[in-house]
Structure formats: C-alpha cells, structure tokens
C-alpha cells in the first residue's frame, strides 16, 4: 500500500490508520485466494458427487428388472403348485420379501433424489453481504428441507394404535424357514390378551427384521428364538414392551455399551460373518423416532421377567433379549 503527500509529514495516528488498512487488504487478498482455491476444490468435490449420483441411479434403475422378473416368476409358480403343497408357503414369503424389497428400492430412489437436490441448492455461491435482518434466507431453509427428508428411509412415520400380533404372526412366519434351514427353534410367545401399541408397522417390522436377523445370523444350530409381548415397563406404566430373545453366545459386556452406535461390530468384526454394523443403529433411530426405548439383556440371567416355559433354562453366561418399549394405545382407537 503507497500513499504520498507534499504538504506535510504523516502523523503517528494516520500511520497506525494505514497500518490497518494494509493489514486489511493482506487479509482479504489471502482469503479471496484460499476462496478461490476452495471454490475450485468443491467443484471437482461436486463433479465426482454428480458422476456417482448417475450410476447409483442406474444401478438402481437395473435392478429394478430383475426384481421384476423374480416377482413375476413367483406368481407364476404360485399358480402352477396345488394348494396343499408345502412350497405355497416358501413362494409366497418369496413375494413377500420381494414387495419389501421394490419398496425399499422407491426409498434408495427418494433419497438419492433429495441428496441431488441438497447438492444443487449447496452449489449456490453465497452472497458476501447479509440479508436484512427483516428477511428470511431462502437458500439455507431450502438445504434444512432438503436434509429434513434424508434423516432416515421411507420419510415421516406414520404412527398409530396397531396390534402387536397382526405384526408379529405374519413376521414369524415369514422367518420360520429361515430359522428351520439354521437348524433353530423359531416361537411365538403370545400373552393372554393382544396387546395395541403406538407405532408404525413399516419402522417396527423393519427393527424386528433386523434383531431377528442378528439372532439367526450368530447363533448355532439348536438355539431357541422367541418373542413375547405384554410386558410391563416397571417405572413407566404408559409403555408396552416387545421381547426378541434367543439362546445364543450373547453379548460381551464390553460391546453392550456401544452396540447402537453406526457401524460398530464389537467382536463380530474378527468373525467370517458380513456385517455393516447399521442395523442395531437404524433399529435405535427408529425406536426414538416412535417415541419408545430399546434396552438390551445379556447373558439372559439379567432379565428382569421369567423365561416362557417353553424356552430351556439357559446357563449364567449365555443369550440375548432386546426389549422394545412402545406407548400403549387402546385398541378402540
């Protein structure tokens, strides 16, 4: 910075003011550099983000034909078998899931979608002056919209009175091969009376799916697989429980305080078994999300309750049960 006067000599007070100035300007002409360079960066960031967005649509868009196909296929052999044939069952679990699937498939596609529209909207340059303070920024509420709709699949719940067992039947039937296959003993256990809950059947069946996947995926040949509901929470008489218990290794103690943190496998992660570590952590969220809690027993010997008659006494050191709390609704509702 150069300033020049003939009149008279600088004053100490101009020279610190001037000091200031150059200060000022080095600052602005350092940032502008590094905005220069970051805004650089994003764009290459946000090219790679784009060119991943197109083949995950593609990917999406490719598996939805095969997924076609199969359910087609099932139909068609559900035709063809008799009615008393046993493989009627297998077919239509197979179609079953197959529904399921194509509906989390819509979900991966909203989402994907949301992600685009929250990459556009973030690609905007930012203005350097403030808006008034009488006016609403748009851009941001438009980034928090968009973030909104990616906080889980499937958008907002839908939460309302539903009975436990019009859940639960159909979902152990559903996994009863699957436990046979295994060599497990899969079992309802149900109360004397169903049980109505606050929920929404989509996000519970999806945390049950999951716990039920985890007890016949690390189990062994020969254990028990149950679950009961109409429990009584003992300090909150507002909430119902869901209990998916099983007779296998159980869970060490070091792993129970972090197992509904994302992607955390604890000891399966030494183990041959494939895991992502997402699904006791998608189970938690959704759990919140419906205003219930989720607790874990391990080994079985913690549990507050007695075992079902029909589940053997197992030792001091083994098994699991997770225990889902939901509000109680009243089944007129």
């Not at 559900?78 to 044939?85: F, G």
């Not at 989390?104 to 929250?118: C, I, P």
Request: with cysteine.
């Amino acid at each position: 910075l150069v300033s020049w006067r003939a009149d008279r000599p600088w004053q100490q007070p101009e020279r610190d003011q001037m000091e200031e100035c150059a200060h000022s300007l080095t600052l602005a002409c350092v940032l502008d550099q590094r905005g220069q360079w970051l805004s650089t960066r994003m764009s290459s960031l946000d090219r790679v983000q784009a060119q991943q967005s197109d083949r995950f649509h593609e990917l999406l868009h490719q598996l939805r034909s095969p997924l076609t196909a199969l359910k087609t296929f099932g139909k068609l052999l559900i035709k063809r078998l008799p009615s008393e044939d046993q493989n009627q069952l297998l077919v239509s679990n197979m179609l079953r899931e197959s529904d399921r699937l194509q509906e989390l498939l819509g979900y991966f596609d909203e989402t994907l979608q949301a992600a685009d529209d929250t990459r556009a909207a973030a690609s905007t340059s930012a203005p350097l002056l403030l808006a008034p303070a009488d006016e609403s920024p748009e851009e941001p509420q438009a980034l928090l919209t968009a973030a909104d709709s990616l906080a889980h699949f499937g958008g907002a719940l839908d939460i309302h009175p539903g009975s436990v067992a019009a859940l639960l039947e159909p979902l152990v039937q559903l996994n009863q091969p699957l436990a046979e296959a295994a060599e497990m003993r899969l079992q309802l256990v149900p109360p004397a009376a169903d049980i109505w809950l606050q929920f929404d059947p989509k996000a519970l069946g999806e945390i049950l799916n999951n716990l039920l996947d985890n007890s016949l995926k690390y189990s062994s040949p020969g254990t028990h697989v149950w679950l009961q509901w109409g429990l009584s929470h003992p300090d909150q008489p507002t909430l119902g429980g869901i209990l998916l218990g099983d007779t296998g290794p159980g869970i060490p103690p070091t792993d129970q305080a972090h197992i509904f943190e994302r992607h955390y496998r604890g000891r399966q992660a030494a183990g041959e078994l494939d895991g992502s570590g997402l699904g006791l952590a998608i189970a938690a969220d959704l759990m919140g999300e419906m205003r219930g809690q989720i607790e874990v027993y391990s080994p079985l010997s913690k549990l507050p309750w007695a075992l079902p008659e029909t589940i053997p006494t197992p030792t001091a050191t083994i098994g699991t049960a997770f225990v889902l709390w939901l509000p109680i609704a009243a089944a007129e509702a």
